[in-house]
């Protein structure tokens, strides 16, 4: 079986970051991309906010520039989906679905998190086009336009606020006659005069000629009491939730109610030596690439130590 030193599995900002530290610190990292090769900037259009691009850059094109720089230090890209990990030892074992298996010394988990969305086929029609599930990344372009968030947590109305700051108008729809929020994020929605809070609707689906003109909602106060109507918007943020890619990973390291991998304290270490976790699968809070990578960094520089102190 191959045995690899740094295997990392995930292709987002954090992976390929720990890919260029450890390529740059010699380990030869093997790096498998995963189910969506980029991660999920790949989804975004421009990205405005990761440091050193002053005009910004797509979020294809920051991926690519990482993948190259990750190369350019000698780390091995392979594009394979895991199907099985086994940490129960070191070398610790991973299988991939085009039937290979390697063994590992050390491992990065940076497999990410999905953002949820409703199972519309409009949202897919519209990806990029109107469709957004983050309002951070994609809000600014909706400046004086007029939004609608989908959600009743803490994420829509946190988004619905973001986006109160820049849109002119933010419809926030609930499915429920309430929200599940915490109520200081309530009171901050609620209090808002740019937000109107839809409860009791869902979404039916988007229209639009060249991009999201707008939502087909429906309003239901009971089985006999519904109304179908059309609202004219220009954005659809999605916000019910993430779920962190970690499923195979469950059986060995501590994860939390969501499923995000827990790490001690604010180092990338799982517990199980040589094993790390960074970028979203690990992070709960934050969810950005700038912090993903940070930690990829981290990861890597774990990694390393944990090498050399084990003369491996
Ligand atoms: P949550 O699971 O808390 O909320 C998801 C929301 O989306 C709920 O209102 C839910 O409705 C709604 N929803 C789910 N599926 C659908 C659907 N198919 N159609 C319509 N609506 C749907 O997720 P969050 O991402 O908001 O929060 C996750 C965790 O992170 C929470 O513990 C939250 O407190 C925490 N968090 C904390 C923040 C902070 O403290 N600043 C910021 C962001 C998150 P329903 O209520 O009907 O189930």
Request: with cysteine; charged share 25%.
């Amino acid at each position: 079986m191959e045995h690899i030193r740094c295997l990392i599995i995930g292709s987002g900002p954090a992976g390929y970051t720990a890919a260029i530290y450890a390529g740059r610190a010699n380990l030869s990292p093997v790096l498998y991309e995963g189910i969506q090769p980029g991660g999920q900037l790949t989804t975004t259009t421009e990205v405005e906010n990761f440091p050193g691009y002053p005009d910004g850059i797509t979020g294809t094109e920051l991926m690519d520039d990482l993948k190259k720089q990750a190369e350019r230090f000698g780390a091995d890209i392979r594009s394979a989906i895991v199907t099985k990990a086994d940490l129960s030892a070191r070398p610790y074992k991973i299988a991939f679905d085009d039937e290979t298996e390697v063994e590992a010394d050390t491992l990065i988990i940076a497999t990410g998190a999905s953002a949820k969305y409703l199972g519309l086929e409009d949202e897919k029609k519209y990806a990029g086009m109107g469709v957004s599930a983050c309002a951070t990344c994609d809000g600014f372009f909706y400046r004086k336009k007029v939004v609608a968030v989908v959600g009743g947590g803490d994420t829509a109305c946190e988004e619905a606020t973001y986006l109160a700051g820049l849109a002119a108008k933010v419809y926030l729809i609930v499915r429920k006659p309430f929200l599940r929020a915490s109520r200081i994020m309530q009171e901050r929605v609620l209090g808002n005069p740019k937000i109107e809070v839809l409860f009791e609707h869902n979404t039916e689906g988007l229209f639009g000629e060249n991009g999201v003109e707008g939502i087909h909602l429906v309003q239901r106060k009971g089985e006999a009491d519904e109304r179908h109507y059309d609202l004219p918007i220009d954005g659809f943020f999605l916000a019910i939730g993430h779920k962190p890619n970690s499923d195979l990973f469950k059986p060995w390291v501590q994860t939390d109610e969501v499923g995000y991998i827990r790490t001690e304290n604010d180092t990338p270490r799982t517990g199980i030596p040589g094993v790390f976790a960074a970028g979203d699968v690990a992070d709960p809070h934050y969810r950005q690439a700038i912090t993903a990578a940070g930690s990829g960094c981290k990861a890597a520089i774990e990694a390393e130590r944990y090498l050399t102190e084990h003369q491996l």
